[in-house]
DNA sequence: TAGATTGTTAATCGATTAACAATC
DNA sequence: TAGATTGTTAATCGATTAACAATC
């Protein structure tokens, strides 16, 4: 075996960028590209070459010195390594804009996921068809969960609901939760969760606006009060 | 001044945690508790109560010792830090599926932020009306960011056209871009960036499933192999 | 006052960068 | 062969954790 002892759990870090990695590799062949290497790979995202190397590194070599990367395989080994072909089964709780949104985006082709279902309690939800998914009464969330393989729960509900239903759905035995409301989910054994609130990487925007703008307000108050004394 | 050198930049993971902090902050009023520790606020987010204090200590105590935080006062405060009340302008581009269900989400109004107009070059798009926005031709874009204030552009747009139209909109003045296309734009000095891509954090869960399932998996196979010999 | 909790410093941990021998 | 580029080790950097004096 070629790569580093497997049990060794692979650092959050370095699995937050092969889903990064997979795009743009999917990108490359799109655009008919054969080989690559780790410093083009590094360009493409904003990383040195240096990092791309470990990452990958950390799944054995599958690079040539000398040479570089092959795209295809390359591509089809990470997709692998992130369970794209897995084919997991994955519901909606909340027919809302945006569990409507999510059913109708490619997300979930994107990763390899298939979605078997989208759930809401809104008697005026229920029975409406979105993306070819007739929406089912949360009350049917057990039998449903019980009669197929449902391992990943998509969280697009209020807050206030959403640590409940996550738990209801891990003790039907959902191990992943991808959590769209504005509540967070604590982590919980053996449950793969991710929390996505995308408001928030608008205002990380608005905070480096803001930041900048201090700085030359400041500097300008600085300058006037040279100017006056 | 009780805070730090007010020069010095705050660290990535420090910003990323203040809009949750205010999320959660915002949660805790809706229920009327008026105050918090760090305790609390760590058990909320799933981290310690060191990270919090050492994070809300980049910007000076507004704790007090041997009581905690005022919610509503580290709320508005930390509010202010974001920038929200600066009353920033975008522009989303893009009015397909994406560009239409972010007009219509909370993201802007929750930072503060007013979408001022929607974009698409493809003429079956303009003129419709998303959300009280009547759709533009981008070929308005200049004259619209020079008359407007828009210091933020949304991407909704194919991968393909992201870089340029990043580029073009920098050129014009825009200071922040918000990327939901599928090709990462590149870190530009002066500009704040954020990439974004959903679909990566469901693929992440898909890795940690998978590399759970084949934990299981190489379990069996030894205890098999074991009872074999 | 006694109990609670902050703000801050020092210690630990993990992730990134730099460098280079191995080799295609 | 010479040039290119990997895989990997060691050094640096940054972020998290632990601990505790200060004090409300």
Redesign the interface.
Known sequence: MNRKE??E??PDAV??R???Y???L??MIESGQLRTSSSELA????MTASVVRQDLGYFGGFGQKGYGYGVKALRERIGE????G?A?GAVIIGAG??GA?LA?????A????FLRGIFDHDPEMIGKTICGHVVKDTCELSSFVGENRV??AVLALP?KDAAAVSEWLVCLGV????NFS???I??TE?V???N????????????????????LR?QRRERTGNEGS
């Open positions: 497997i049990d759990r692979v699995i937050g092969l889903p990064i997979y795009r743009i999917g990108n360009a493409n995202m904003g390594i992130l369970g794209i897995e997991y804009t945006l949104f109708s985006s490619d997300f979930f994107d990763g390899g996921v391992e990943i807050g191990r992943g939760i991808w504005s509540a967070p604590a982590a053996g793969a969760i991710r996505i609130h995308p408001a928030d990487s608008l205002m990380e925007i608005c905070f480096k606006l803001r930041e900048e703008d201090d700085i400041r």
